[in-house]
């Protein structure tokens, strides 16, 4: 069993910051990739930001600047910073991870349950 749990989510005004942490337990031999992922009401879920176990990162193009993610192999924690919040920016944020349970199983991804972010004066 994997479990990826979230928190961090709330309320905030624009230009405010929030940081969403994510904690991967359970059987796990290695993650691949952690990342976070949004999806606003009526819309597609979309990439945010994820970060490689060598440490390679990719932000989608609306948060560059102002989003930072931070990983911790040791751990098998993820955190994503938010600053300068828009209200484009509210969503439910979900933490994912590409991961293998054994050494010789293949990697699959995992979802967390997801958080609110709402930005609104």
């Known amino acids: 069993q994997v479990q990826l749990v979230e928190s961090g989510g709330g309320l905030v005004q624009p230009g405010g910051s929030l940081r969403l942490s994510c904690a991967a337990s359970g059987m796990i031999f290695s993650i691949q990739v952690m990342g976070w992922y949004r999806q606003a009401p009526g819309k597609q879920r979309e990439l945010v930001a994820s970060?490689?176990?060598?440490?390679?990162?990719s932000y989608a193009d609306s948060v560059k600047g102002r989003f930072t993610i931070s990983r911790d192999n040791a751990k098998n924690t993820v955190d994503l910073q938010m600053n300068s919040l828009k209200p484009e920016d509210t969503a439910v944020y979900y933490c994912n991870a590409v991961l293998r349970r054994f050494p010789l199983s293949p990697s699959r991804d995992y979802w967390g349950q997801g958080t609110q972010v709402t930005v609104s004066s």
């Open positions: 970060i490689l176990s060598g440490g390679n990162i």
